[in-house]
């Protein structure tokens, strides 16, 4: 029996640079520019990844930087700077969830079909392939997933970014692939086969 | 049992770090076990599916556009701003330091007004008559922070000892005494016996009052 394949765990985005942190600190809006370019990417894929709608994941992660500008002199360098803005990210992503939640409720459903008119094919069809796989997990399963499997944080960094326990994230992550291990035999024993 | 234990093993075989020991018993277990053969199977595809899932990132559909707007709606900071309110930080730490020193000073206050109550309570005690104002004392500061810690300690046995010696010697003397010696004639006082203490008091004042004197030479 060959080993198995070990999941890619550790964050390796390449950090910002301190200095251009530092002008940022000071107001300089030139350096803050540098790490919107840098990190934007790897804040909307998060973002997509929990919203599934490429305009509310770019609203996200506009309102995530600007909470980044605003709250940076109060950035400790204790974690790296993107687990510090996932968690930012992931807690404008939950307000928005709330506030679609809302919206739905009364009756302010139009988002979803505005959006799907810019939205890119790739994008639409990898949020259909993650809602197939994780749209039945309750929200802090779902999160586990998405950022360690998906995100590919570390545990510690998921930890920190989710505010939970090792033992916490260790167990919703665990009912996570559980189930949707479970979802893939369901689809595989109804079709022949899944096939992202 | 053993299913059920290596299942968490099987699902979550990244995070949890196992002996050589315990995967070799999991390793054995599979070729055993039909069930968790199919678990591992079933995670390996869950690994496989989750890895291409990962390699498919979204994409920002202009993402110069979304730089552009996240710049524009930032907030101006104000490097003058800024600079004020690390001043502001300044002055607070300032501030607080000024209140420490303040605190600081007080509570030395506090045993200087212990000193006090030490000699108070001699006057009430034996030298009613003598008058409450209190003369301009030349107290070296340095001996007198030594000597008032000391009395904090031994406050009662000098208090009494002073008392004992009050019919003797003047209050004036006495007052002079205590605020004036170091602790090391603190503790000479205090290990001599009550005829000797009278002897040192008087000698003390008389070398102190010579020191006092202009020299005649
Ligand atoms: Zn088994």
Redesign the interface.
Known sequence: ?KK??????ESNIKQPDPKIIQRS?????KA??VI??QL??YA??LA??ILLS?ED??DA??DS??KV??KLDSYKHKHLFTTWLYRIIVNTCLDKLKLNKQQIEYGFSDVEVSEDM???L??RD??R??KL?SNSLPQKQRLAFVLI??Q?LS?SEAVYVLKLTKGQV?SN??YA??T??ET??KK?EGRSA?V? | MLCKIFEKYIVLSDLNEISAAEQREFYNHLATCKTCREKYKQQEDYIRITGELREKSPEIPNPEALTREILSVIPERNPKIIRLEKRIRWLRIAALFIIGAFAGFYFQQSLYVKNQRVLLAVKYNKQKSVSLQVENYSICLAQSKIFIKKLMVSDEEFTQSLLNLASDISYNQLEEYTNTICLQEQEEFLSANSADRKKLILNFLQQSTNSRLPSNN
Do not use: H, P
């Not at chain 1, 198995?4 to 765990?9: A, H, S, T």
């Not at chain 1, 600190?25 to 809006?29: C, F």
């Open positions: 029996m198995q394949r070990m999941l890619k765990v600190v000071e107001g300089d809006a803050f520019e919107v370019k934007q990417e909307f894929a997509f990844r490429t994941a770019q992660v506009q930087f600007i500008w605003n810019e939205q890119s790739i994008n990898l949020a392939q993650i796989l499997d998906l590919c545990l260790k992550l665990y692939r559980k949707i291990r893939l035999l595989e899944y992202v």
